[in-house]
């Protein structure tokens, strides 16, 4: 069933219609994505697209809640009065997101030393593929085609683990204040490198340079320190790198035991932070030898989100058409942002694209 519901969002004169709302409630976050228009929007459909009967003009929104703190999203809801329907959607619909990829401009990248790469993907040629999916745990999910999956892998070692153990080393209270001590931090000062190992040597011999960290935390059992001793920015980059490079290596080892030459990397972890996407791209490099690439997604925290959007009979993403894009903070006015551009940013976190939907 269709609900809509037209309401005002921070006293906007200009009412909004809420037509669908989807939820993906993990064990750290709360993904909500929803559709809206404009009531008396009665746009026709672009002139240059075939096959379409009939379209609603509006935006699709992104925001996130900490799953803790789930009173705030149900306040969310509620404030905005916005309605709920579609069900439970289990984590294989994050396999929805394909969708996205095909829809969205510019939506898939590859990021390696530093450098943003975005990648046009042949539609016919997107399959197969593996999606790694990384929020509390990690899901790697094997992908042939619309509809074929399954889940062949994954590791408990992915977000809530960073989250948990730099809590506790830390003291932090958020995964983004994490993030931003990690982003200051040195994980030299705490990793033990082949360098250290082998008198600032590269081990040629085997393929290792100086750099390669031969044990994470490693210096933390030679050194005569304790937990004080050492700085939270430090200790965080160390934990982000282990964990990266974790993950990095488990997804290419599932990728040569299918074959796959493509990984797609998605979830909340990952947060588009360039250490993070940089370090796993570094792992499946290496791994490979270069024959397999990482790529990362522009919306890859709302995989999960998306999917149980895409569950709703009346419209799919495959219908989707994307106008632009641009932020919107929770408590913003819906009205569009003119000095926006994409190409600069990344749709991570609460903020909306706008869109058409129509029915085939």
Known sequence: MEHNREVEIDGNSNPI????LALDIGGSLIKLVFFSRNSGDDEDPPKDLVGVSSGVNGRLHFAKFETAKINDCLQFISANKLLLGGGFQPQENCTNDRSFIKAVNQEAFTYLNGSKEFVQIDHNDLYPYLLVNIGSGVSMIKVDGDGKFERVSGTSVGGGTFWGLGKLLTKSQSFDELLELSHRGDNRAIDTLVGDIYGGMDYL?????STTIASSFG???SHNKELEDYKP???SRSLLRMISNNIGQISYLNA???GLKRIIFGGFFIRSHSYTMDTIAVAVHFWSKGEAKAMFLRHEGFL?????FMSYETHS???LVVNQMMPLPVNASLGTDTNYDPLKGDLNGTESIQ???YRA
């Open 17 to 20: 219609q809420i037509s669908r």
């Open 205 to 209: 011999k085997i393929g290792l340079s």
């Open 219 to 221: 210096k933390a059992t």
């Open 233 to 235: 920015e430090d200790i």
């Open 256 to 258: 040569l035991r299918f």
């Open 304 to 308: 999960g989100a998306l999917g149980a």
């Open 317 to 319: 993403l495959d219908d």
């Open 355 to 357: 869109c058409s939907v």
